[in-house]
Protein backbone atom coordinates (compact mmCIF):
# COMPACT_ATOMS: atom_id res chain seq x y z
CA UNK A 1 0.00 0.00 0.00
CA UNK A 2 1.24 3.32 -0.95
CA UNK A 3 1.54 6.13 1.48
CA UNK A 4 2.91 9.35 1.82
CA UNK A 5 2.95 10.97 5.48
CA UNK A 6 3.87 14.22 5.73
CA UNK A 7 4.89 16.08 9.55
CA UNK A 8 6.19 19.11 10.42
CA UNK A 9 3.36 21.71 10.02
CA UNK A 10 2.06 24.45 12.47
CA UNK A 11 2.37 27.82 13.37
CA UNK A 12 5.52 29.89 13.47
CA UNK A 13 6.01 33.50 13.64
CA UNK A 14 7.24 35.59 10.38
CA UNK A 15 10.82 35.27 9.70
CA UNK A 16 10.78 31.69 11.52
CA UNK A 17 11.37 28.49 10.35
CA UNK A 18 9.73 25.24 9.96
CA UNK A 19 10.60 21.63 9.09
CA UNK A 20 8.68 19.35 6.71
CA UNK A 21 8.93 15.73 6.80
CA UNK A 22 7.26 13.41 3.91
CA UNK A 23 7.90 9.41 4.55
CA UNK A 24 7.27 7.47 1.75
CA UNK A 25 6.20 3.58 1.68
CA UNK A 26 4.80 0.99 -1.08
CA UNK A 27 6.29 2.12 -4.17
CA UNK A 28 10.05 2.12 -5.37
CA UNK A 29 10.67 5.63 -4.02
CA UNK A 30 14.17 6.48 -5.59
CA UNK A 31 12.71 6.01 -8.77
CA UNK A 32 10.22 9.08 -8.42
CA UNK A 33 10.48 12.93 -9.03
CA UNK A 34 9.43 13.89 -4.99
CA UNK A 35 7.41 17.29 -4.63
CA UNK A 36 6.05 19.93 -2.47
CA UNK A 37 3.15 21.67 -3.21
CA UNK A 38 0.81 24.04 -1.27
CA UNK A 39 -2.49 25.02 -1.67
CA UNK A 40 -4.47 28.06 -0.50
CA UNK A 41 -8.01 28.40 0.39
CA UNK A 42 -9.85 28.22 -2.93
CA UNK A 43 -7.38 27.74 -5.15
CA UNK A 44 -5.63 24.87 -7.08
CA UNK A 45 -2.28 23.16 -5.73
CA UNK A 46 0.90 24.93 -7.04
CA UNK A 47 3.99 23.44 -6.70
CA UNK A 48 7.19 24.69 -4.22
CA UNK A 49 9.85 22.73 -5.02
CA UNK A 50 11.09 18.96 -6.40
CA UNK A 51 14.02 16.90 -6.18
CA UNK A 52 15.54 13.98 -8.25
CA UNK A 53 18.45 12.90 -7.75
CA UNK A 54 20.50 16.09 -8.24
CA UNK A 55 18.23 18.09 -9.99
CA UNK A 56 16.87 20.86 -7.68
CA UNK A 57 13.90 23.02 -8.30
CA UNK A 58 11.90 25.87 -6.36
CA UNK A 59 9.00 28.40 -7.52
CA UNK A 60 10.60 31.58 -7.48
CA UNK A 61 8.95 32.99 -4.69
CA UNK A 62 10.55 30.55 -2.27
CA UNK A 63 14.00 30.68 -3.84
CA UNK A 64 16.66 31.48 -1.61
CA UNK A 65 14.10 30.35 1.71
CA UNK A 66 13.33 26.96 1.63
CA UNK A 67 15.43 23.87 0.94
CA UNK A 68 14.16 20.78 -0.39
CA UNK A 69 16.23 17.56 0.19
CA UNK A 70 15.95 13.62 0.00
CA UNK A 71 17.13 10.51 1.74
CA UNK A 72 16.91 7.75 -0.41
CA UNK A 73 17.85 5.45 2.20
CA UNK A 74 15.23 6.73 4.83
CA UNK A 75 12.95 6.82 2.31
CA UNK A 76 12.07 10.50 3.32
CA UNK A 77 11.72 14.04 1.56
CA UNK A 78 12.31 17.21 3.60
CA UNK A 79 11.45 21.00 3.09
CA UNK A 80 13.31 23.32 5.19
CA UNK A 81 11.46 26.48 5.41
CA UNK A 82 13.42 29.76 6.63
CA UNK A 83 12.41 33.79 7.03
CA UNK A 84 8.61 32.45 6.99
CA UNK A 85 6.17 34.89 5.55
CA UNK A 86 2.20 35.21 5.89
CA UNK A 87 2.22 34.46 2.51
CA UNK A 88 3.54 31.24 2.95
CA UNK A 89 0.53 30.03 4.90
CA UNK A 90 -0.99 27.54 3.39
CA UNK A 91 -1.62 23.66 3.16
CA UNK A 92 1.71 21.59 2.15
CA UNK A 93 1.18 18.48 0.04
CA UNK A 94 3.77 15.60 -0.65
CA UNK A 95 4.20 14.51 -4.09
CA UNK A 96 5.88 11.88 -5.69
CA UNK A 97 5.85 11.00 -9.41
CA UNK A 98 7.25 8.61 -11.80
CA UNK A 99 9.47 10.36 -14.47
CA UNK A 100 7.73 9.71 -17.72
CA UNK A 101 4.30 11.01 -19.58
CA UNK A 102 1.34 10.14 -17.58
CA UNK A 103 3.51 8.34 -14.93
CA UNK A 104 2.29 7.31 -11.56
CA UNK A 105 1.95 9.71 -8.90
CA UNK A 106 0.95 9.75 -5.22
CA UNK A 107 -0.18 12.28 -2.76
CA UNK A 108 0.07 13.15 1.10
CA UNK A 109 -2.91 14.11 3.17
CA UNK A 110 -1.22 17.31 3.72
CA UNK A 111 -0.30 19.51 6.63
CA UNK A 112 -1.08 23.04 7.76
CA UNK A 113 1.67 26.08 7.41
CA UNK A 114 0.48 29.19 9.24
CA UNK A 115 2.56 31.82 9.62
CA UNK A 116 1.84 34.66 11.87
CA UNK A 117 1.97 37.22 14.52
Given at each position: ?44 R ?60 Y ?11
Amino acid sequence: QVQLVESGGGLVQPGGSLGLSCAASGFNFYNYVMSWYRQYPGKEREPVAYVFGRLLNYTDSVKGRFTISRDNAKRTVYLQMNNLKPEDTAVYYCHAQYPVENGREYWGQGTQVTVSS
